[in-house]
């Protein structure tokens, strides 16, 4: 990732970061538990934690989090946050590329919204270094945009051309499987979550709060199976980590 990638994030973490819940974390939250299924008494590292707003919400649920990132800003806002709801959590900072982390130390390591800004090679690099630090039989999870879905990427070119994009560098993915492999790490599964939250995407579009609302009716209308065939924002990555 290049330098003026992190200048982007610290400046984003340097304005004032909203942690009231919102629909697109409890996405995240219920696959997360959904992959995991207890959460009480696991030790969770997310690696590349930005607001930490999720880590968070494990920590109220009884997991033992700790949160890496490589701005000083967004760790400084996790603490703030972290001591006002008065949970506990370590904090470092780091690239998570090489993590100061000793091997076999968490039941699970994630992150969101995190590879998508990185090369292959630095994908494989990251993932080896989360399977490292996750002990044998845990778990890999990674969320990144997913390439499949429309709104998305139809809000996205428009912030783009326009722009109103403030992300930097972030290529979508269609799939994890080779880097996966590469980082030798077992993929159980993959799929896509949250068609709901990429019409969110929508509103870099002008005028389509009608399109966005009717979309969503729509949706919400089909039955499960139907659903399954639009895919959503994210694509869940779950991966376990089997060591010798």
Not at 92 to 103: G, K, Y
Not at 183 to 197: A, C, K, P, R, W
Request: with cysteine; glycine share 6%; hydrophobic share 35%.
């Amino acid at each position: 990732m290049k330098q003026d990638q992190k200048e982007i994030w610290d400046r984003l973490w340097s304005h004032e970061v909203s942690y009231q819940w919102d629909p697109l974390s409890q996405t995240i939250l219920e696959s997360l538990t959904h992959s995991i299924g207890a959460i009480s008494g696991r030790s969770m590292f997310e690696a590349g934690s930005g607001t930490g707003k999720i880590s968070l919400r494990l920590s109220q649920l009884g997991a033992n989090v700790t949160l890496a990132d490589y701005s000083q800003m967004a760790l400084e806002n996790s603490r703030a946050a972290f001591e006002q709801h008065q949970c506990k959590a370590d904090f470092i900072l780091t690239d998570i590329r090489n993590t100061p982390v000793e091997n076999n130390s968490y039941d699970v390591v994630w992150n969101a919204g995190v590879l998508e800004h990185f090369t292959y090679e630095e994908k494989v690099q990251i993932l080896k270094e989360m399977r490292r630090i996750t002990k044998p039989d845990g778990m890999v999870i990674i969320f990144t945009p997913n390439a499949q879905s429309l709104p998305y990427r139809i809000g996205k070119h428009y912030a783009e051309q326009s722009g109103a994009w403030m992300y930097g560098i972030e290529e979508p993915v269609l799939s994890l499987q080779d880097e996966f492999q590469d980082s030798n790490i077992t993929l159980l599964n993959e799929h896509s979550i949250g068609f709901i939250n990429s019409l969110d995407f929508l509103d870099f579009v002008p005028n389509s709060n009608v399109l966005k609302t009717q979309l969503r009716v729509w949706y919400e209308q089909l039955d499960s199976v139907e659903q399954s065939w639009f895919p959503g924002y994210l694509l869940a990555s779950i991966g376990r980590v089997s060591k010798t």
